[in-house]
């Protein structure tokens, strides 16, 4: 067989230093196989990839269709906080922020035997506790953790407040109330702070956007309320509006005012946290 197989080479090709050996010869071709093979390996694992971040961005554009709450949550220019659109293009949602981790306590006013302001069968404790309810919602929704002093029909006291909020390590504190005077013709929401300049700056803050809000609003004041001495956080009292005023009254009790109050509170607490820290 040797012998043959040399007879056969040595009649058919004379051997010539310009031709590679067949072995060389096989093993470019081997190796070109190879590298045409990785490219194709290589291609595969692109389209594959490919289809991963297609079918994910897919899943992510049907879940931005079928939930509008990114739209809703912006309550900027909204004045009208009944009047949001909800069809055509999603409005874009303007806080920079990630709330993830930010605490805010809120402090409905009054509870129990204590109504605060009652005008007729209106009671400042179920107005202070409405508007709470409707500012934790919009701050659960941007993303916060929000404590209650209360989340029943509840007396407790003012101490109490301070202790449960410094105790959540809360990162601001707002205290809802309303207002009364003498004077029914005298109206408008007031933001208090005490002996605190990050306090100060979230009652500009918020009272900034109540009054961007189109809701009536005075300027802010400071003041020796117990639950803002007591508590380590920027706190604030806000005193949404007179219930002694007729026309602030019938607000008040509106599920839309309450809605508006809720909101501009919401953005002027969000603009606060812009840039703390989680
Ligand atoms: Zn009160």
């Known amino acids: 067989m040797e ?17 590679p050996p067949k ?9 070109r196989q190879l590298l045409l093979a990785y490219a194709i390996r290589g291609l595969m694992v692109l389209a594959a990839v490919l289809c991963v971040v297609l079918a994910v961005q897919g899943v992510r554009f049907l879940i931005s ?25 999603p409005e874009p949602v303007e806080y920079t922020i990630q709330p993830r981790g930010l605490t805010v ?27 709470t309810q409707q500012l934790k919602g919009e701050l659960e929704l941007l993303g916060f953790d929000v ?10 006291d003012l101490s109490e407040r301070a202790r449960i909020a410094n105790e959540a ?9 309303c207002n009364s005077y003498e004077d029914d013709s005298v109206s408008g929401l007031e933001c208090y702070y005490f002996r605190s300049e990050a306090g100060e700056q979230l009652a500009e ?12 609003t005075r300027e802010v004041k400071e003041g020796n309320f117990q639950v803002l001495r007591e508590t380590v956080m920027p706190s604030v009292l806000i005193e949404v509006g007179y219930m002694t005023n007729p026309e602030e009254l019938a607000s008040l009790a ?8 809720a909101q501009a509170i919401a953005e002027g607490i969000v603009e606060m946290m812009e840039g703390q820290p989680a």
Request: overall charge negative.
């Open 3 to 19: 012998i043959q197989n040399k007879n056969r080479q040595g009649a058919e090709n004379a051997p010539d230093p310009s031709v």
């Open 205 to 216: 803050l918020i009272s900034k956007a109540t009054d961007e809000s189109n809701i009536d």
């Open 254 to 261: 509106s599920q839309s005012y309450q809605q508006t109050l």
């Open 105 to 131: 306590v809120l402090d409905p006013g009054h509870g129990g035997a204590q109504p605060g302001c009652v005008i007729g069968d209106l009671e400042e404790k179920d107005i202070a506790m409405s508007i």
């Open 147 to 156: 404590v209650l002093t209360r989340s029943t029909d509840a007396d407790v």
């Open 65 to 89: 269709l079928s939930s509008p709450t990114e739209a809703q949550v912006d309550t900027g220019e909204n004045t009208g906080g009944q009047d949001i659109q909800t069809g055509g293009e």
């Open 23 to 31: 072995k060389k010869r096989r093993r470019r071709k081997q190796g």
């Open 169 to 177: 390590e809360g990162d601001c504190f707002v205290s809802i109330h």
